[in-house]
């Protein structure tokens, strides 16, 4: 079955960055579009970043271009999210998806202190 991790989340002075990690599992990774989703608390989760199935195509929310990137290893199965100048708003839950499934991980947390 379709599995994700998610790693990377913690505490962060506003300005700060932070990598995450999704590691995926449970189908054919280089065949499939890959989102980053965040849910802040009281919110709705909303989509963050999507990348296609071998990084050509690339799209950010308003809220994060310019200071997030997307990135994927298909060799590892692992999808990335760098997060640079970050802002006390950016303070969520993380979740990466695939698009095509049902199916989300554990999420990681990202608090960023003003």
């Known amino acids: 079955q379709v599995q994700l991790v998610e790693s990377g989340g913690g505490l962060v002075q506003a300005g700060g960055s932070l990598r995450l990690s999704c590691a995926a599992s449970?189908?054919?990774?280089?065949?499939?579009?890959m989102r980053w989703y965040r849910q802040a608390p009281g919110k709705e989760r909303e989509l963050v970043a999507h990348?296609?199935?071998?990084?050509?195509?690339?799209n950010y929310a308003d809220s994060v271009k310019g200071r997030f990137t997307i990135s994927r290893d298909n060799a590892k199965n692992t999808v990335y999210l760098q997060m640079n100048s970050l802002k006390p708003e950016d303070t969520a839950v993380y979740y990466c998806?695939?698009?095509?499934?049902?199916?989300w991980g554990q999420g990681t947390q990202v608090t960023v202190s003003s």
């Open positions: 998806k695939n698009p095509k499934f049902n199916s």
């Open positions: 449970g189908f054919t990774f280089n065949m499939y579009a």
């Open positions: 990348i296609d199935s071998i990084g050509s195509s690339i």
